[in-house]
């Protein structure tokens, strides 16, 4: 799963390139997502141990060694409050920028910088 | 041009910074002690087969009462955001096919949500998850009529109510002095069925309405747009 | 005792079913809105009581039924408990600041609201790092969502840039959450053992740790702090500076413990930096509200700073810095938002409005003063010990970077307030509309820092109700400001001798003589402001505060009541200076160098030694063994108080400017003031020599301000701005003296303080009598006055005389003292200099006499009348004064000579009238005597001789067989000097005032060359802050 | 009783010093003549002009300075006088000199110039102002060197008793300061050339330009006075510069001719020079004789 | 006599001072000049001789006549040596050459300088035109006789007189004042009014006070 890591990495890296370079808004939001979207992964990999298997202790799993032979709980319940909170974020950033592009008819973010110094 | 530059400088940065941590990462062999004390005590203690779900809704389960509020918040701020505006937008008629299988098929949909939400103490699976199925079958629906309508007050008194109920949970814990949020405020049951790990599917049931709700309700909102 | 997780849990409740309860009325759900907030306050009251006073122990709230790493739990102590209280306090306020707005506004901003306060909550409370940041989030976007309450487009934009700055913080944080796991297994602060982080680990620390840093808005990562700021309503702005500010800070203060200490440190540097930088930038701003964003920024840096530099400090001393700078930083913040929301002007310019409305003014002056750390309120003393601290610690970059960054604030600042009182009302909407909420929520939070203020002199300092004094005397005539102006005159009169009386033991008769020039001098100056009309609001408060408080230096017993009765000195005459028709320039400008000299105090005393005994601080350093730096900065400071060159250019500008019943005070005894201060740098230094000769720079210096004032005032055509330079000549005279460091010297120094509080009196009151009567203070456009105004001119007269040293008026007995301890001590060259200076001061002397009082009188003038009563009184006291010196100089010569005795071995023969010296003699009464005679001899020989005398008028002079023009062009007044100019050439030119005009364009163009990296381009302000991350991350070296 | 004796003995010698001091301007002016190929007015022309001015049967007053000017200005002669004490050892010439030393001397110096630059300023006549400013100026810029040089004597003789600055330079021509000190007395002698007003520093009453400068409106006893003045403080002046300068004088002969060869030096100066402009005049003050000044100085401290 | 009356008396001595703006009025002195009796007999022959030998002349040149005043003062004639002097201001000199012709506008500044000099005060007339007008006898724009302006005591003929005669002149004078016989101030009190009219009435634009002081 180390390639689960780097992915995430990569993904949280070009995320935030994507957010320093792209000019238009909703590139800079969908930006922002795939950086969120990395660090979730990354969050994920980070729990993740050899040859075991899911944190769910039906019939497949020994109760009595569970503890042998699931992977971490913990980042699994982290990740999924992450991601709600990522797409609450980026739910508002959308309507952000909906509501920018209605008051002036552009996504560039140059455009916006009338606050300034 | 310099930005450029140190847009390049930045991420070179960022990459050295995060470097070591790949390199370095190794799997731990073993569960963290806190871990293993949630697997066993998820059996032990809160008789959930999902030991994922024990976490979220009991253990931690502040954190998911918050999740429940950002959720909350996005809707309300989203609400907040885009006024409604009463506009006859011209669009595009959903297709025959498209209508008919909706349909068929929302129904279906809310069922398997609502199964996904009740059954989120024994199988992968949970409110929140249960909560974005219900929505996506509203979604179908708007697909297929964009000029739909939904009943506010419903979504709102749903929406509203499951939050509520939550803390309502959540504060008997506190009157019976066993701690805010406790799940045991109801007995644990049987291991393994559906009425099990006491209030774990309750409340994983008011997520699931509330989530489903304040889903539908952002994506009416942003519907207009 | 109700739980406190009820006041998360409430507000969550209340937060799901706001919009429910809308639907049957908007009263309803406001009502369950602000009754949850009050709940809040009281529960967190309670709680915050129960720990201070009945010393509750810390509390933990565990959730889930299960205890620490497991479940998530909650912590209520006595610092939570200040910070919740606080927040919370001002969640109210604010949200009653908005009232009107969340009556209009749609339900979900109540709930924003709301919940944003349950996050603050919860994140304060909260042990657990995951839950931390699902609060964080809470609050963030609740936040987000809020910054557009008033939405337009400016309002939009700023909040997509903190949406995306926050969103990158965020996922910073999450990831610094989640590697902490990874390398210690746990979640909970109470859990996590710092020395898991070995190498790589500190990465994990550091993610965590600079996400929250980010969120404080460090420099240059914070421009789209400062968008908000300027763009978002200003309930709202207030809430995000305060209340988040004070949530997210007490999270980097909860994870401080995990940090190690070279991160520690970069923090605390990178505090400073953000403080000097945001204070710097600020100096350029016109927008008010981005203005106070960047003052605010700056205070979270400081905030920053005095955490981390205050943590091993004893507790005791950390609830003074850290929570005097929080309280005071936030709540005077808070305040001000509020009040720009009131005002409703974006430009400072426009803020002239102010002065309509004195209640607000009164509001904003204080919460400015606060904000500025003026004492008494809390951001003073929290300075006063966090230098302190620092020096000891040796930090003295960061020392400079605090003291400099607070001074541009002060810049600034106070700009603004002058602009305030002094600017031009402007000219559309000239009108504040009054809405209750909004006042109420602003003077609640005065009133609440005012408390502040006096539980910390209360309770952390033993000061006795003299120190309060000051601050007593404002309040009090506060509430009698409806008296007519006389009649709180003559109580400030009864005041005053009242406040004498008590003063009057004295420990050592250098007070005493000190106090006679203070407290005496000021009374009979007090007489002239009498003639004041009408009603005069706030003046005598103001007047009273000065007059204590140069009392209160007298008796000072610790270097902190010391610089406490300083400072009070400062901010009151700086009111006072204000109060003058064009004083804006001025009164910036003294209080600029007033408050640079202060902060040099600072360190000095700081750096001193402990004091041993617990007599007055003048006679306790004497046992103190001064560093030398210390000697050098308190008389650094002193002497920027008594206007020596290079820093005198406020002198003339507040002299000038300041109405001309106050001048007389400012010149003749708060230039005093910094001569006492030198004397008590110098008693300390003549018992313990260091090995530089510091003192005999400062006679240097002494000289030149001598001469070179001699020569500025030469060169003035209006009256008071002569009078101030002259002023700074002869303080100037006394600094000099001061340095010799030997009986005469000193003995000269004193008696020419004396000397000098009674002729500048004299001279300034007759100028104000003069201006009176002519409403001019420029010299040529006066003229001939000497036949309305006889009394006036008999009084400048003997004033000049006394001034110039001509025998036999007093004058020349400071004059022989001074020539004989020059050039008894060897300093020749300097004593040649000063003399110079004395032959200069003729100059100026006969240009103010005759331009105002002889010459030609002008049509305007012809029915003048001489000054009022109340002006001639003191200046006849003082006429009286200076002729019985002159008289019987033994009435004076004798006590100083016992005074100075103390310190040095005598060095004078004091045989009758006759005083000898090593080097010649004085008989002051057989001088008076002889010229007499000599006066009276040519006299008669006049009144024999002369033939039938004829009085002719203005107009009879011989002008070349032809008449006069007109008296404009008879009088020979304007630039009288011009030759002298002229032959000084290059000499004459204005270096001093070009030096320091120089360094304001240079702060200024630092200043705007700086805020250009805040390009209000979202994009930049992210980069700014990977760019940041990446920079702390190579300084911090893994 | 022994006040009435110091009175009588103070009349004697402001007596004999005014009528040295007129006569002294007779021969002045016969000196200057001379200079110009005339034979001059006889020695004794100024005290006619004085009778003759106090025997003007009106004057006209301006106000009340404008009558105190001359008397201010004659005391601040008187007192300048008064307070040196004129010949060494002689009681009748000591005057008042035990009320103070050299500095009171200096001062005193002023008492009568401000005095008179009030009177003037009161008559209103532009020209009055005009020569006050010259004036003023000029005395600070002269006063410097001035000041130096009595520095440099007061550091030489450890006193700013003028008795005691004179007995040190009894005994042998060559312990005068002189001869002890040469730089002092250079600056200093220069600074008398400016107060003593002769060209090059007459920029007072220039006579072409502010036709007499601060006494233009003076009339009658009022001139009078100030004409009586001017005996008297030129005598002051020479006799104070001879005791700290020139070994003083032990008679009422020695003193004459000493005197009377410190103001030629002034006299020659002023009937060779044309008159400097005001700044010029101001600044060779602060130029040369200040150096010179200095250097005396060092002089005296190092050497 | 009672106060009320010495008011009154004083007030009829007042000068109208007509010719001035009412603004004006009250920087000039409206006093008018009045004779002095001369001192004692002996007294005042000293003082006579004092004045005598004292002769200070304003260093006006009033008109062309003024030329022959320069060589008076260099080393050729050297009038210093009878104590006579030129003094730039009126206040201070006692001696008033009329250089020569006066036209209407020098009257104007004749007048005013000589009742600005201090008595007693002497009046040296040069040249032929003060005396008749001369070669101007029948200029329309100057007087013909000086002495119907001012009170004159010494006249010197001649177009131009040399310098000799003006020393001439100054001697006459020295004798006159010895003798006592020159009272022009008193003169000029006693017939002011006679003056002033015929100042007046050649001097239009009279924009001064009657009596200059």
Redesign the interface.
Known sequence: MIVALILGFALLLIGIYGMLSQKNLIKIVIGFSIADTGTHIIIVSIGYLRNRTAPILNSAVDISKAVQQVVDPIPSALVLTAIVIGLAVTALMLSFVVELYKKRQSLSIDDYQELKW | MI??I??I???L??????L???T??E?????????????????DELNS????T???V??????????V??????T????????KKNKKSKKRVASEILQTASSFLVALIVLLGVYIFTHGH???G?G?QGGVIIATAFLLLLLSDVNMKFNH?IL??V???S??FY??I??I??VLT???????IIPLGEY?TLFSAGTIPIIYSLIGLKVGSELTN?LD??RG? | MVNPIYIIILSLAAGFLLSIFDKSGRKLSLIVFYSVLTFNVFVIADWFYRFTVLGVSTLTINTAGFSAPLSINLQLGIQEAFVLLFANLTGLLAAIYLIKKFKESNISSLVLYLILIMGVNGLVMTRDLFNMFVFLEILSISTFALTILTKNKKSLSAGFKYMIAGGVASTFFLLGVVFVYYFTGNLNLDFINPSDFTNYGLIAIFLLSIAVFIELKPFPANGWALDVYESVNSGITSVIAVVNSAAIIFVFYKIMPLLPQNLLNIFGIAGVVTFFFSNLMGLKQTNAKRLLGYSSIGQMGLLVASIIYTIHSPNKLIYLIVGGFFTNHLIAKAGLFWITGIVKKEKIKDWGILKENKFLLILFGLLLFALSGIPPFPGFWAKWEFIKLLVHGKMFFVVGGILLGSLFEIVFLFRWFTIAVKGEVPSENPKISFEFSKYFSTTIFVGITLTISVVIMKYFYDFNWFQFLPLIAVVVLYFLDFIPSKIKGFLSLIAVGIYGYFLYPFESNLQLFFGIIFIVGSAINIIATLNRKNINKGFYGFLLMMIFSFGNLLIAKSYLEFFLAWEFMTISSFVLILRGKKAQKASLLYIIFSTAGAYLMMIGFSLAPNLTSNSALIIAISNINLPILVTVLLAIGFMIKSGSLGVHIWLPEAHAEAESDVSPFISAILLKAGVFGLFMVGISYINHVPAFDMFYWIGWIGVLTAIVGAFLASFQEDAKRLLAYSSMSQVGYIVASIAILSHLGWLSALYLSFNHMMFKSALFIAIAGVYYRTHTRTMYEMGGLIKKMPLSFISVLIGIIAVSGVPPLSGFGAKWLIYSSFIERGWYLQAGVLFFASAVSFLYLYRLIHTIFLGQLKYEHQNVKEAPIWFLIPQVIFMVGIMAISMYPNLIIQPLNSIVGNYFNSSIIVDGYNITSSLGNWNGNMIMFVTMGIFVVPLIILVLLNGRTQTVKQFNIVYAAERPESPQTTHIAYNMFAHYRKALGGWGKPRIWNFWHETNEWAHSLSGLFRQIYTGNGQTYILHIILYIVVIYFIMGV | MDIMIKILYAVISVIVATVYGLTLGGVVQKIYARVHGRFGPPVWQPFIDIIKTHGKRVSISHGIMFYLGPVFRFAGGLGTYLFIPVIYGSVVFANFSMAGDLLLVMYFIFFGQLGMALGAGEGGHPYSPLGIARGLSQMSTFELPFSLAVIAVAIQYDSLNITTIVAAQQGSILNWTLFTNPFAVIAAMISLLGMNMHSPFSLVLAPQEIPIGPPVEMNSSFLAILQTNRGLFTAAKLVLFMNLFFGGATNLLIMIVKTFFIYLVSVIVGAAFPRFRPEQSFRFFLKWPTIIGIISIIFIVYF | MDKKNIKKIEKEMKLANEGLPEKERSLFSDVRPTSVTPLNKYLEKFLNWARAESLWFLGFGTGCGAIELRPLMTSRYDVFRYGIAPRPTPRQSSVFIIGGYASMKTVKRIVRSYEQMQGPKFVIALGSCTINGGMYYDSYNTINRIDHYIPVDVYIAGCMPRPESLIAGFNKLKEKIKAGECDGMNKYAENFDWYKKNQKRVIKDWNMPDFNW
Do not use: C
Request: overall charge positive.
């Open positions: 930005k450029k140190l847009i400088f930045a991420m940065g960022l990459f050295i910074v995060f070591p941590l790949i370095n990462f799997f731990s062999q073993n569960l963290s002690e806190l871990a293993s004390k949630y697997v066993r005590g998820s059996v087969q999902n030991v994922v024990s976490v979220i009991t253990y931690r389960g502040l954190d998911t009462l918050g999740e509020t950002v959720l909350f918040l996005a309300a701020g989203i609400g907040f955001l885009l006024k024994l199988t992968p949970g929140f007050t709102q008194v929406e509203s109510f939050g509520a803390v309502v959540g504060i814990g506190l066993v701690g805010f949020l406790n799940s045991k393994g952002i909102t942003m747009e």
